[in-house]
C-alpha cells in the first residue's frame, strides 16, 4: 500500500482495548485518519488507496469477498467480539446514527472484520452480532490470520495481540477504531473516526445515501 497522504494530514487512531499501549515488533503504530474530527466534511475523506479486495467467511460459514457486498453502501468496521468497550460502544453508536436517518433512507449494509481470529470463529460472531443494540443488519467476517491481516493492510488498519497473563482472557487485541463507508462499487466514499458521534454520522450518511 503506497504511503496515502503528508504526515501534516496523518493521526494515530488506536483502539483502548488494552490496559496500554501495544506495539508490534518494537514498531509504532502508524493507523490513518485525517485531522479535523467532526468538522470536517466527511464528503473529503474518499482516498482510493483505502480499501481494497477481502476474502473472509461470515457468521454463516459461508465464503464470501467484497463482490457479495457490492451494489450497496458498506460500512465495515474492524474489532473483536472479546472487546470490552470501544467495540460495542462503535457498534451502538453506528445503530444509534441509523436510527437518525431521514425517512426512507436505507442504512448501509454493516460488517464487523474480527481480528482476532483464534477466539471469534462464525459461531460466536453469529451469536455477538445478534446484540440488541447493535445495528439490525450487522454482518461478521472472519478468516485465516492471513486473510485478516491482508484485509486489515487493504483498509490500512493495525492490530496486535497484547498478553494479560493475569487476566481471565488471557490477551486483548489493540486495533484501530474506524469506520469505513465503501460505496456501491467498494471504492471509499468516506471513513469516521473516535470523534464522530452518531448525530455526525448520521447527518454524513444522510448526505451521502441520498446521492
Not at 518494537?26 to 470536517?40: L, R
Not at 474518499?46 to 457486498?69: C, F, M, N
Not at 493495525?158 to 490477551?171: G, K, L
Not at 486495533?175 to 463507508?181: A, E, P, R
Request: aromatic share 8%.
Amino acid at each position: 500500500m503506497p504511503a496515502l497522504l503528508g504526515a501534516s494530514a496523518l493521526l494515530a487512531v488506536l483502539s483502548a482495548c488494552s490496559p496500554s499501549p501495544a506495539a508490534t515488533n518494537g514498531e509504532t503504530k502508524t493507523d490513518i485518519a485525517v485531522s479535523g474530527g467532526n468538522t470536517a466534511d466527511c464528503l473529503s475523506r474518499a482516498y482510493p488507496e483505502i480499501g481494497g479486495p477481502i476474502s473472509l467467511t461470515d457468521q454463516t460459514g459461508k465464503a464470501v469477498t467484497q463482490d457479495d457486498y457490492k451494489g450497496q453502501f458498506t460500512l465495515i468496521y474492524f474489532g473483536f467480539t472479546y472487546c470490552p468497550d470501544v467495540c460495542p460502544m462503535t457498534l451502538v453508536n453506528v445503530e444509534r446514527a441509523y436510527e437518525q436517518l431521514p425517512d426512507g433512507v436505507a442504512p448501509p449494509q454493516t460488517l464487523l472484520i474480527s481480528v482476532d481470529p483464534e477466539r471469534d470463529t462464525p459461531e460466536a460472531l453469529a451469536s455477538y452480532v445478534e446484540a440488541p443494540r447493535f445495528p439490525k443488519n450487522l454482518t461478521g467476517l472472519t478468516g485465516t490470520p492471513e486473510q485478516i491481516r491482508k484485509a486489515a493492510d487493504e483498509f490500512v488498519a493495525d492490530y496486535s495481540r497484547v498478553e494479560q497473563p493475569d487476566s481471565a482472557s488471557e490477551y486483548t487485541m489493540d486495533h484501530t477504531s474506524l469506520l469505513y463507508l465503501m460505496d456501491k462499487d467498494w471504492q471509499l466514499k468516506t471513513f469516521f473516526t473516535h470523534e464522530d458521534t452518531p448525530e455526525t454520522i448520521a447527518a454524513c450518511l444522510g448526505k451521502v445515501l441520498q446521492e
